[in-house]
């Protein structure tokens, strides 16, 4: 009985050791982060109206009650820091001797339908410019991971989507959804399809939160132009009759979505933005961060896993 005891607290202990990216959305009191809720609740626990009457001690104590329980709530939704995970000196060796190649073309790996190559990792060092090479390939380990336990549940779309659907129109990418992994009706069954946006020399994000009906928008410049109006027509395309559009409603965070604070790293903002509003966590990360996250990026698709260390 002990040692299948210690067998499950060691399989419990290696199993988050694999997914380090849980971390983000835990609190002390093992409850997690969720700012809607939050918000709701603490407008119905303030509604004052009550069935029948009460004297002012019962008044009081009812409010006390609601005191400790909104109290209760903020202390849980205090966001979390975002995970930046230390990356052994044994991987960082292996990356560098990756990087310094002299076939600048090897391949580590396909991930996706691109090739994880010394040149195409290069573009993650210091002030470079990330390619669509490299985009492609980590938004498809966030739908992975999303996609682990064999649902389909995420589904993500080429960087050329956006500009494809507004240059040509839907019979330019009618079969895009379905090569992605769902078209039609079976769209309204998924989580959500991220969209990463190459416009005027800038990465951009859209994010179709499906199940929150939801159109989304992060834009690490804050800039004011506007795809949502283009993907809800290709929903309405998409989905048919079974999209009801009136039902869904645009998210635009603007200056909340973590800043840029140069004119290079639009694409590591991007996907690390994805990766956090895919797995629901807090987008709290910043530019002082991102010299961190272009490592731990290189390393994650060196070895094709969003866990690794």
């Known amino acids: 009985m002990r040692l299948e005891q210690s067998n499950l607290r060691s399989a419990k202990k290696l199993e988050s050791k694999k997914r380090p990216w849980l971390d983000q959305k835990k609190t002390t009191s093992g409850d997690s982060f969720d700012g809607e809720s939050l918000v709701l609740l603490i407008q119905k626990l303030q509604e004052n109206k009550v069935d029948g009457f009460e ?5 009081v104590e009812r409010q006390k009650i609601i005191d400790e329980q909104i109290k209760r709530m903020r202390t849980i939704a205090k966001p979390p820091a975002e995970v930046l995970r230390k990356i052994s000196d044994g991987t960082l060796r292996e990356l560098q001797g990756f990087l310094n190649d002299k076939n600048q073309l090897k391949e580590a790996r396909r991930v996706g339908r691109d090739p994880v190559t010394p040149r195409s990792l290069k573009t993650l060092n210091g002030s470079q410019w990330l390619n669509d090479e490299v985009i492609n390939s980590y938004i498809h380990l966030v739908k992975e991971r999303e996609n682990q336990d064999g649902s389909r549940r995420m589904i993500t779309m080429n960087s050329a989507f956006v500009s494809s659907f507004k240059e040509s129109g839907y019979g330019r990418v009618a079969r895009w959804a379905k090569k992605a992994g769902a078209a039609g009706e079976e769209i309204l069954g998924l989580k959500g399809i991220i969209i990463p946006i190459h416009r ?3 990465w951009t994000l ?3 939160n499906v199940e929150k009906k939801r159109f989304e928008y992060y834009d690490s410049l804050a800039g004011n132009w506007d795809p949502i109006s283009l993907l809800r027509t290709w929903m309405k395309n998409e989905v048919g009759s079974k999209y009801i559009d009136g039902e869904w409603e645009d998210f635009y965070p603007g200056s909340q ?3 840029q604070g140069n004119g290079y790293d639009c694409g590591v903002f991007l996907c690390k933005t994805a990766e956090v509003i ?3 966590g807090v987008l709290n990360f910043s530019q002082k961060d991102i010299p961190v996250i272009r490592k731990m990026m290189q390393v994650e698709l060196l070895k094709g896993d969003l866990a690794a260390l």
């Open 206 to 208: 859209a994010f179709v």
């Open 200 to 202: 005027n020399f800038h």
């Open 55 to 59: 004297n002012y001690t019962q008044m």
């Open 257 to 259: 979505t973590p800043q």
């Open 278 to 280: 895919a797995r629901g």
